[in-house]
């Protein structure tokens, strides 16, 4: 993070030595020592937080295109659906059961009906 070497370790210890005095600078070192680690573990879990509500919008933006893409099969359904009822099968004057009549393909052929099981 800091990119400290060897040779710069060594004059903050000497430097750090002088200073504080060879009394206090154990406790000096173990006390910059945890504050190094907490900033350290406060920067992971920051990190990871960021990382995991990244990873939360990539996931919506397929869910919102897959939204779109529902939104607009249902809007395809129901303009199918009111198309529909606009079709009337009344409106020539005939009713349902002519218009079915006029589909039978056995109505100019004279069907006779028998009681007699076919050979």
């Known amino acids: 993070m800091f990119d400290v070497g060897f040779a ?6 000497l430097v750090g ?18 504050i190094a680690r907490k900033a ?16 939360a919008e ?11 893409e529902i939104k607009s099969t249902v ?3 129901k303009s199918g659906v009111d198309s529909l009822k606009d079709l009337n099968p009344m409106k020539d ?3 349902v059961v002519d218009s079915l009549k ?6 100019d052929e004279k069907a006779v009906k028998t009681d007699e099981p076919d050979e």
């Open 17 to 34: 030595l002088l200073v504080l005095g060879p009394e206090r600078l154990p406790r000096v070192a173990r006390t910059l020592g945890g």
């Open 75 to 77: 809007d395809e359904v």
């Open 40 to 55: 350290r573990s406060s920067w992971l879990s920051l990190k990871q937080s960021i990382e995991a509500e990244l990873r």
């Open 93 to 95: 004057g005939k009713s």
């Open 8 to 13: 710069e370790l060594m004059l903050l210890s």
């Open 58 to 68: 990539e996931l919506k933006e397929p869910l919102k295109h897959f939204k779109n």
């Open 102 to 107: 006029d589909l039978n393909p056995m109505k």
